[in-house]
């Protein structure tokens, strides 16, 4: 049976603000696997967690507006980042399972003409690969496998938790793992893999942000992982450019290289990252991948 | 005799003390037990509160008085497969499953096991020590004989080669047998929840967690390690020791909602076990409510606090760690009365899971036509009034079958008791 | 000492996201599970829900309190009892916003979100470069409804009011 | 010593490693073997195992065994296992006797193997030196009269009653109050179905009325009671007017009460509006509260896991005055408070707290509590609770909440809140405090005149906690609902029931053996003083005609008489001095 394999494609608001570098390997990675993305035309922002904090009705009616824009297309939704997908993921499963909100959401709706149905799926990046393409098709379209590097995998907060969404889903802890190994890496574990990058609190309590990040920091350390490997840009985010902030703040030093696993997985496929990417990595890549570069 | 009979379904202490009072009453019955033995979980526990008596020590007469009261019938190794007519006229069809030795000839010398070159773990021991695959679940077995488990048995005919009272016979076949009772009683007691269910406590991937039923046996003179109390990852005897309560129980995740009813008093009895077996050894008990009501518990855990030294915290911990290399525990918890998120290592962890219907409890009901409770315990036919009914007429339920219905060892012999007393108000006004 | 409120637990289990805090039996997985917690004393899940059931509506609202949750949802996956502390979380902080209570960050983002259509926009040197590298353009397409929608749930009120 | 020569079997048991894995068993066999009259001796893994009793069996047949000793454990558990073992083999039980070598040995001296192992065998000597004494005995047999009295028409008893008519048999049913039903009748519903308690009692107390087999004696007392089991004779008094009736068998219903506070205790009885859960629910129940409170606040365990009895304080049960030991007793109780949990306050608080919310919803429901023991299936009458929003707070139980009054009679709690650490006001209409049940006045009298001991919670004690939970160490008489201690109505019920099926096997029966091992009187030697009588405790001793004769039914073996007797006129059977002194000698004897 052949998949749909075409996908409404959120990027959210961070990626083409400032992880250009995440959303321009999507893009040519991809199609390379048979996945057909089209632009979200006209996309609000998800509504992620700070949203949420303001106003409930306004993250129901502002996620489910993106909901509509999917139904118009007749596609399921891929996202990249996991804020963005939980947050869309959260407002489907719930409207789907109580019709008096989902009236109450449609008659916000209604103001701008538009109705949310529930008739698309919220998918992320991860699910993606590791259920429409699968693990073995990412393995055949390994041609340089990123063998003897150790990672440690950072799936994010928003991609298993609450588990009684994403199990529901059979969506699992360990996809990304899965995925990684099928690059030829080795995903080393450790203590606290279930935890918060920290990334939540910035702009809250940064100084609390930076020590959740510390304690995964040393957690992975801990394990001797080369690198992390991440989905989610936030969690990028805050493991890259934290672990600067960290040895400002706390003068302790990781050097623990971030990549995002779509990098991981171009890299595996044979094409090389371009230099203006290989800098957007506050933490140097270079000398722990020098041979792929 | 007055010519009547009675079906009684589990032979734990509940179904035992339904058919002893039963058959001293007068009638017939036939006890069916689905192991080789009966005894149920009660012969699975070490001591009991709060006369602190070996519990097999008072539990082996009343198993004896079973197989000798020439009115009880004793079916091991037997299930129940069919059931028809009405109270008064029950016809139910047993199956009595192969245990490929003649139990009026074997005599329990135990030879054939000596010599039976196949060692699997014991289920009676909860799997920590091993037995044969001939074997008697445990020492004070009744009936006493052995039983072949035929899943793990090679078929090399030693046993059968060395037994001189002749009593194995690897052709025996299952036997299928009518009876005709005039009640039936349901006793079929309970399953432990698997704690794996909560990954972040780590039972079964961490060797030094066990259950409160595995300790049990590790405390118990005649369990795999002879009464020493030592964890299973070095050997070494733990000198910090921690019970978690709640593990399962009054859990919404998994619909076991309920509290069930023992564990923190089987806690408490067991801190005080451990602290008498290993004095240098200290017991901490997480518990959310302690829950030490019943005869003489309250002023047990006051013993348990102020002469034994027993640590009662308040607190349900988040998650369990094990240090790979000692294989120790850290237990993150937060102490809710002092407001403190703490961590602290233990070498030994005991969890307190919740106790479950048994697997095949809803297969039961279902034979019986007998209806279950939201958490797939028998069904009582009115909680208030009739509370050893099930609802069928002339069908009870006694133990733990029935749910924590404070579910300990007195509550069990009453009701096994009650259920008698019901059982002759049916039978005889007829 | 604090007056109690008496209505404060209700009002917080009334809301779409609160209903957990009435079915906390304060055994404190939330709090020993919560990376938070474990750095700082002042983060507290579970005693924040027992601070919502007596009613110290006066020391959780206006305080910084119900903002240190990562939201990261530990505790929803492990309270034995469903109580979603993590949800009852966002519903605290909603309340909290309309006392006033937001704090800076998150009211910019709320702000540009309105303003623009997302909470996060790109520097010059962004656009630049996503032209250079044939990226598609940032449209401020769908403005004009998301504008319509919070107007029409008064979060543009709230907004403004910052 | 009977006629024939003794000829012993010694069997001395491995009890698995609890005897063996200390004492040097088969060195003990050995050593009996070279003991006087003994014909055989082994070992056995488990002599109480089924191949044990038949290795007794074939031994005695064997062997031509007219003694047989078993060395292992404690005669208490096991001892009718052996003896029985004995009958089958055809020997008379009381020519078998047992040595614990076990809790008096091995679990003593775990560490000592060497001296445990000696003191085994002095133990398995003085065993030998006694039973080359015994005598063979005969047990009397007793008819049994088939008819019940159940004393206390709550629902214990009701359903006690009905439960033996329904089965044929005669019952009275005493009840001290003009109208059946006991505590229930004070309780307005029932947790956790919420059922009005009418609907429980009404059935039950038409169902005793109309039942042939069940005399129902309202506003009657038990006045005296004799007798033993089978043939009790029972002097009852309806306001006066004595009745006696024979009986079979006795359940005692006779329920507990509601503990009342003393005045001032949680300022009860000073302040108005500060009521006990009970009256809580007759003003309830009743409509008195009429207006809607802002908040009521219920503080559980008032009174209860409290203070300290001493469990020495009622050991012993002598017969001096047990009345007034028991009454002082629950005097410094009721100043100290009870020490035990009484069980069912929790959910009669919830039971209370659903009723005021549901008359009342915007009511505030506060309840202190120290644990929630809501067990079983109650866990979800809590849940509930919490959802119709009551609320539940953990307070520092060591500090006693504070409780004024204001100006216009509103009450003030002051508590602390032990999981958010803070100090709590809690301004209220009504402070409803959670009392235990608590023994009454009658349990003790009737507890003296059936010589039923008492437990150190003051309520009526079992046979054995754990394995015979409604038998009373007398036998015939057995405990139902709450005369044992705290139960609810289903926990009622089936004691009720299980006392009744313990009852019935009794009646069914028509007849039973007691133990032989009593007290003989020397009638010539006898000279008529009266201690005897004056000493036991059961009653089994009377003077007539200047001579002490024994009931034997009643003799419990205690033999305080045998001691008290200053002619050494009385001889308990199976002790005699000979055997005793027998045991002694050679208890000083060594090793040889």
């Known amino acids: 049976m052949v998949k749909n394999m075409k996908y409404a494609f959120f990027l959210g608001c961070l990626i083409p603000a400032r992880e250009l570098s995440y959303e321009v390997s999507v893009r040519k990675v991809l199609p390379e696997l048979g996945i057909e993305l089209v632009d979200m035309k006209g996309a609000n922002c998800c509504a992620p967690f700070s949203i949420q904090s303001v106003d409930y009705a306004s993250w129901l009616a502002l996620a489910a507006r993106d909901l509509c824009l999917a139904e118009e297309m007749g596609l399921d939704i891929m996202t990249l980042c996991n804020d963005c997908y939980e947050s869309l993921l959260m407002v489907n499963t719930i409207l789907k399972r109580n019709p008096e909100l989902k009236e109450q959401v449609n008659q916000l709706l209604s103001e701008v003409g538009k109705e949310y149905k529930g008739k698309v799926d919220v998918k992320n990046l991860v699910d993606v690969l590791y259920g429409d393409v699968g693990v073995s098709k990412v393995k055949s379209a390994i041609k340089e496998p990123i063998n003897g590097l150790k990672v440690g995998t950072q799936p994010g907060c928003h991609l298993t938790k609450p588990k009684r969404i994403h199990f529901e889903l059979l969506r699992g802890f360990n996809d990304l793992d899965a995925l990684v190994q099928a690059t030829g890496a080795e995903s080393i574990p450790y203590e606290r893999k279930e935890m918060c990058c920290g990334g939540p609190l910035r702009d809250i309590n940064d100084d609390l942000a930076r020590q959740v990040s510390r304690q995964k920091l040393m957690a992975l350390k801990d394990a001797e992982v080369q690198a992390v490997v991440t989905v989610c840009p936030f969690c990028f985010l805050q493991l890259d450019l934290g672990q600067l902030e960290i040895k400002r703040h706390f003068s302790e030093e990781f050097n623990l290289p971030v990549i995002h696993f779509i990098e991981l997985l171009r890299m595996g496929m044979g094409m090389k990252l371009e230099d203006w990417e290989i800098k957007a990595h506050r933490i140097p890549i270079t000398e722990l991948l020098k041979n792929r570069l | 005799m007055n010519g009547k009979a009675v079906l009684v379904v589990g032979g734990g202490i509940s179904g035992i003390q339904a058919s002893l009072d039963l058959a001293s009453r007068g009638y017939k019955v036939y006890l069916v037990e689905k192991s080789p033995s009966i005894g149920g979980r009660m012969a699975q526990l070490d001591k009991t509160f709060p006369t602190m008596d070996c519990s097999m020590c ?127 009683i349901v006793s079929i007691g309970f399953d432990l929840f698997d704690p794996a ?85 200290t017991v901490s008990i997480f518990y959310i409510d302690l829950r030490a009501f019943g005869k003489g518990f309250q002023e047990f855990v006051n013993r348990a606090k102020s002469e034994y030294g027993v640590r009662f915290i308040r607190s349900s911990p988040g998650e369990i760690m094990e240090d790979p290399a000692t294989k120790n525990l850290t237990i993150w918890y937060e102490d809710t009365v002092a407001g403190r998120i703490e961590n602290a290592a233990f070498d030994l962890v005991v969890l307190c899971p919740a106790l479950v219907p048994r697997t095949d409890a809803k297969e039961l009901a279902k034979v019986l036509g007998a209806g279950v409770d939201d958490y797939g315990f028998f069904q009582a036919s009115n909680i208030l009034t009739n509370p050893v009914d099930t609802t069928v007429p002339g069908i009870f339920a006694c133990g733990y079958c029935l749910g924590p219905k404070t579910g300990d060892i007195p509550d069990s012999i009453m009701q096994g008791s009650a259920t008698a007393a019901r059982v002759a108000e049916v039978l005889e006004r007829e | 000492m604090s007056e109690l409120d008496l209505g404060f637990m209700g009002e917080v289990a009334n809301t779409p996201r609160g209903k957990g805090v009435l079915l906390c039996i304060q055994c404190g997985r939330c709090s020993s599970s919560c990376p938070v917690a474990r750095l700082t004393s002042e983060h507290n899940p579970r005693r924040l829900m027992e601070m919502v059931i007596m009613g110290f509506k006066s020391e959780v609202l206006p305080h910084q309190l119900p903002w240190y949750c ?89 907004i403004q009011s910052k | 010593m009977g006629e024939e020569e003794p000829r012993i079997g010694v069997f001395i048991c491995h009890c698995g490693v609890n005897i063996g894995g200390v004492v040097n068993v088969p060195e003990v066999v050995k050593y009996a073997k070279t003991l006087p009259n003994v014909a055989y001796s082994e070992d056995n893994i488990y002599t109480c195992s089924e191949a044990g009793l038949a290795s007794i069996k074939e031994a005695v047949k064997k062997h031509s065994l007219n003694r047989v000793i078993v060395a292992s454990c404690t005669p208490r558990t096991h001892e009718p296992l052996f003896r029985s073992a004995c009958r089958e083999a055809g020997l008379n039980h009381y020519l078998f006797e047992m040595a614990n070598i076990r809790e008096q040995c091995s679990w003593v001296h775990a560490h000592q193997h060497e001296r445990a192992t000696k003191k085994a065998k002095d133990i398995v000597r003085m065993a030998v030196a006694r039973a080359s004494w015994l005598t063979p005995l005969e047990e009397p047999e007793l008819e049994i009269k088939d008819t019940s009295l159940v004393i206390g028409g709550g629902i214990a008893g009701m359903t006690a009653a009905l439960t033996l008519a329904n089965q044929g048999f005669k019952v009275y049913l005493v009840e001290k109050e003009p109208e059946l039903g006991g505590n229930v009748r004070r309780l307005h519903m029932l947790y956790p179905t919420m059922q009005d308690t009418k609907e429980l009692l009404e059935p039950a107390i038409k169902a005793v009325t109309t039942n042939k087999y069940i005399e129902t004696l309202p506003s009657t007392m038990v006045a005296d009671a004799k007798g033993y089991v089978g043939n009790f004779k029972v002097t009852l008094d309806k306001k006066g007017e004595k009745r006696e009736i024979e009986v079979g068998t006795i359940i005692v219903a006779c329920g507990a009460m509601n503990y009342t506070p003393p005045k001032g205790l949680y300022q009860y009885g000073v302040y108005p509006n500060i009521v006990t859960q009970l009256e809580m629910d007759e003003l309830l129940r009743n409509g008195k509260i009429e207006k809607a409170p802002e908040r009521v606040v219920m503080i559980q365990c008032v009174g209860a896991r409290k203070g300290e009895i001493r469990a020495l304080d009622l050991a012993g049960f002598p017969k001096s005055d047990t009345a007034r030991l028991l009454a002082k007793i629950l005097k410094a109780k009721k100043e100290e408070g009870w020490p035990y949990c009484s069980k069912i306050c929790c959910m009669n608080a919830i039971k209370n707290a659903i009723l005021v919310k549901d008359r009342f919803p915007e009511t505030d429901v506060t309840i202190l509590y120290g644990d929630v023991r809501v067990y079983k299936e109650y866990e979800d009458f809590y849940s509930m609770a919490r959802e119709k929003q009551v609320k539940f707070v953990k307070h520092i139980e060591e500090v006693t909440p504070e409780i004024t009054q204001g100006p216009e009679g509103k009450l003030t709690v002051m508590a602390y809140d032990a999981l958010s650490g803070r100090e709590m006001r809690l301004p209220c209409d009504w402070v409803v405090l959670s009392t235990p049940m608590i023994p009454h006045k009658e349990e003790v009298i009737l507890a003296r005149m059936l010589k039923i001991p008492i437990s150190s919670d003051g309520f009526l004690m079992e046979a054995h906690v754990k394995l015979r939970p409604v038998d009373t160490q007398m036998d015939g008489i057995f405990l139902a609902g709450v005369a044992s201690g705290p139960k609810d109505v289903p926990e009622s019920i089936i004691s009720a029931k299980a006392a009744a099926a313990r009852a019935a096997i009794l009646m069914a029966n028509k007849k039973m053996r007691t133990e032989a091992l009593t007290s003989v009187v020397d009638e010539e030697q006898c000279i008529g003083c009266g201690l005897c009588e004056e000493i036991c405790s059961y009653g089994a001793h009377y003077l007539e005609e200047g001579k002490s004769h024994t009931i034997a039914a009643l003799c419990r073996g205690c033999g305080a008489c045998a001691a008290e007797c200053p002619r050494r006129a009385i001889t308990m059977q199976h002790f005699t001095d000979e055997q005793v002194l027998a045991q002694i000698k050679a208890g000083l004897t060594e090793e040889a």
């Open chain 2, 58 to 184: 008072i539990l082996a007469p009343k198993m004896i008085d079973c197989s000798h009261h020439h009115n009880v019938q004793l079916l091991t190794y037997s299930e129940v497969k069919g059931v028809k007519g009405s109270p008064g006229n029950f016809v139910v069809t047993v199956l009595r499953k192969p245990k490929f030795v003649d139990e009026t000839k074997c005599t329990g010398c135990g030879i054939c096991a000596d010599h039976c070159p196949i060692e699997v773990p014991n289920e009676f021991d909860e799997k920590l020590g091993m037995r044969k695959a001939i074997y008697m679940p445990f020492p004070q077995a009744v009936p006493r004989a052995m039983t072949v488990d035929k899943e793990n048995c090679i078929e090399c005919g030693l046993c059968q080669k060395m037994c001189q009272a002749g009593a194995v016979d690897l052709k025996q076949q299952p036997q299928e047998t009518e009876l005709n009772v005039g009640a039936i």
């Open chain 2, 197 to 281: 269910q909560i990954p972040t406590y780590g039972y079964g991937r961490y060797k030094n967690v066990l259950t409160a039923l595995e300790l049990e046996r590790l405390l118990c003179a005649s369990g795999p390690t002879g009464g020493h109390l030592i964890r299973p990852s070095d050997g070494k005897i733990p000198r910090k020791i921690a019970f978690i309560q709640c593990v399962g129980s009054r859990d919404r995740r998994f619909g076991t909602t309920y509290c069930s009813s023992i564990c923190c008093k089987y806690s408490v009895k067991d801190a005080v076990l451990i602290r008498e077996h290993e004095p240098n050894t």
């Open chain 3, 70 to 158: 990562l939201s990261c949802f530990t505790c929803l996956d492990r309270c034995p009892q469903g109580g979603d502390v993590g949800e009852v979380m966002f519903a605290l902080r909603n309340l909290a916003v309309r006392q006033g209570n937001i704090p800076a960050g998150v009211a910019g983002q709320a702000k540009a979100l309105y303003e623009t259509g997302r909470v996060i926009n790109p520097v010059r040197t962004a656009l630049d470069k996503r032209e250079s590298l044939g990226l598609g353009k940032i449209t401020a397409d769908g403005l004009e409804e998301v504008q319509k929608i919070l107007k029409k749930t008064g979060m543009e009120k709230i």
